[in-house]
Each structure stands twice: as structure tokens, then as C-alpha cells.
């Protein structure tokens, strides 16, 4: 396993990241996620990611007793934003919210601290300020190493970045985003921005909702939101998708590798991205998309990629 910094930060992760989205459902239950939990720090992985909602709070519980004695060993990253309960105020970056979401996912990991903190997505309802001071304050108090966010806009980052500096709060050190040779939609304004301000990628869904890593192509077309934006109004797989899959299995067959390498292997080619971020129900498959690290493709290959992938 080959490992990256987080951001600009001195913290350094796995570029293959385990995400927990499903951790605790099937078809993995309580006994074999932990199982995978402890095959990907075996594997190399020191980075696992999850939220808040994923599951009801199981993926929180379950991460919490597979790193019971071992919590040393991996950086941590969970989320809050999502609804956890019927209240109204059971949602959004709100200062009341979030303290409150905090505890709940420091019980329910079963730790003092979370490595990385990330706000799941936007709140247009809370100013960012009160968010920001927020979370700063989790910062000074210990309770959290470093924040994040993810599924946030370039201006939307700007923003959160130029107010962290100017009131000397701490800042967003990575943004989670999906990321993929189906979805581009990053790269004419989010990428140059992360790049300058030394804000670390993680890219999540790189292989397209795991329609690059099967083989032979799926009959039905991808999950619509690991789809390009122009992708998502068909639906059958169009003919883009159609040639993205057949030049990932052209190289894979090149290289003598899954097609799912050719897909991470693509995503971790930017030096802004630190981790990509991959799920597993199973030890083979988990296996297989940890293995990719490491693995690079020839110039040529990138710009083939790149060509194929376009609009």
C-alpha cells in the first residue's frame, strides 16, 4: 500500500481509502463487516471513512467495535449534516446540531476524538459562519483533529476557506467529492482550486458505482448519480458510458489487470486526490480494489482515458 498526505496536513493516508456507506447491511452483517474491517488495516488500509447516517449510525457502531484496542491504527474520518431523528432540528451544520451529532458519533465509534470531521453536503439554512466557529471549536477542544467537507461547490469552498483565514478558525483540509471517468464534472473550477490551496481530494465512487469494475459490461446503465450530468437523462447506458467501459477493459487487458484498477488507477493519477475511496461487501472484492495501489498507467494510456471520457 502507498500512502499520501491528507491535504496539506502532515497526516499521512492509504491511496485506497475503505468507506463504510454499507457497513452493517447486508450483505455483510455485524460479524463479517468487522471481518473486513480488519482485512483492510491488514491490507495496508489506514484511512476509513463514514457518516453519521450511514445505516441509522450501525456503520459508526460497528467501525467502533472492530477498532476496539486498535483505534491507534487508523485516521478516521466521519460526517455530520444528515437527518438523525424526526426533530426539527435533527439536520444541518447548525451549532446545536452538530455538538449534539459530535457526541453521538464519539459514542457511538467508541473513541475520545475523530481524525477528520466533514460536513456531508451544503446547508443553505445555517449561516457558514456559525458553522465554521463550530467547528473550530471541536478543534481547539480535542475533539476533532482536522475538518473537511464534501460534495461542496468551488465557490462554495472559496467561501468556507476565505472565512476560516480571515477569523483565524481552522479550515477545510479535504473535500470529499465523487470523482470518476463517468463523472468530470470536478475539474473545470473545484480541481484548480483544491490544487492551489492545498486541499486534498477524496474521491469517492471513482470506479462509476462500480460500473468500471465489472465485467462484462452491465446491461443496465450506472447508478444515475456516479453519471456524468449529460449521462443521467438516458436511460440506457449511453454510447460515452458504452466507451469509457470498452477502453478501461482495452487497458486492463493491456496490463493484465481488473478493469477496476484501470478506473482507481486514473482517479489517483492527480497528485491532489489523497485517497480514492472504495467499498467492498466481500474479502475478494476488497482484495482486488486494494491491490490497484500502487499501480500506475503510461502517459499515453492517460490521455486515451481522458479522450474517451470527454463530454
Not at 446491461?219 to 444515475?224: A, E, L, M, T
Amino acid at each position: 500500500m502507498e500512502y499520501r498526505r491528507l491535504g496539506r496536513t502532515g497526516v499521512w493516508v492509504s491511496e485506497i481509502a475503505f468507506g463504510c456507506a454499507h457497513l452493517g447491511s447486508k450483505p455483510a452483517d455485524e460479524s463479517e463487516a468487522i471481518k473486513l474491517v480488519h482485512r483492510a488495516l491488514d491490507l495496508g488500509i489506514n484511512f476509513i471513512d463514514t457518516a453519521n447516517i450511514y445505516v441509522g449510525g450501525r456503520s459508526e457502531e460497528i467501525l467502533g467495535k472492530a477498532l476496539k484496542g486498535i483505534r491507534h491504527q487508523v485516521v478516521l474520518a466521519t460526517k455530520v449534516r444528515g437527518r438523525m431523528g424526526e426533530g426539527r432540528n435533527d439536520e444541518g451544520l447548525s451549532r446545536y446540531h452538530i455538538f449534539r451529532q459530535v457526541e453521538a458519533s464519539l459514542r457511538r465509534l467508541q473513541t475520545d476524538y475523530i481524525d477528520l470531521y466533514q460536513v456531508h453536503w451544503w446547508d443553505p439554512n445555517t449561516p457558514l459562519d456559525e458553522t465554521l466557529r463550530t467547528l473550530d471549536d471541536l478543534v481547539r477542544q480535542g475533539k476533532v483533529l482536522y475538518i473537511g467537507c464534501s460534495n461542496f461547490s468551488a465557490w462554495q469552498l472559496c467561501k468556507s476557506l476565505w472565512l476560516s483565514d480571515k477569523n483565524g478558525w481552522a479550515r477545510f483540509e479535504t473535500n470529499q467529492v465523487r470523482y470518476s471517468l463517468l463523472d468530470r464534472s470536478i475539474e473545470p473550477e473545484l480541481l484548480p482550486l483544491c490544487e492551489s490551496e492545498g486541499v486534498g481530494i477524496l474521491a469517492y465512487s471513482p470506479m462509476g458505482g462500480g460500473f468500471l469494475a465489472k465485467d462484462p459490461m452491465p446491461d443496465s446503465p450506472p447508478i444515475w448519480w456516479a453519471r456524468g450530468h449529460r449521462d443521467r437523462q438516458s436511460e440506457t447506458i449511453t454510447e460515452r458510458e458504452k466507451r469509457i467501459w470498452q477502453t478501461v477493459k482495452q487497458l486492463a487487458q493491456k496490463y493484465g489487470r481488473p478493469l477496476s484498477h484501470i478506473a482507481l488507477a486514473w482517479v489517483l493519477r492527480l497528485p491532489i486526490v489523497s485517497s480514492a475511496i472504495i467499498g467492498a461487501s466481500n474479502i475478494q472484492q476488497l482484495e482486488e480494489n486494494a491491490n490497484a495501489s500502487g499501480f500506475r498507467l503510461a502517459d499515453e494510456d492517460i490521455a486515451l482515458l481522458n479522450q474517451q471520457s470527454e463530454g
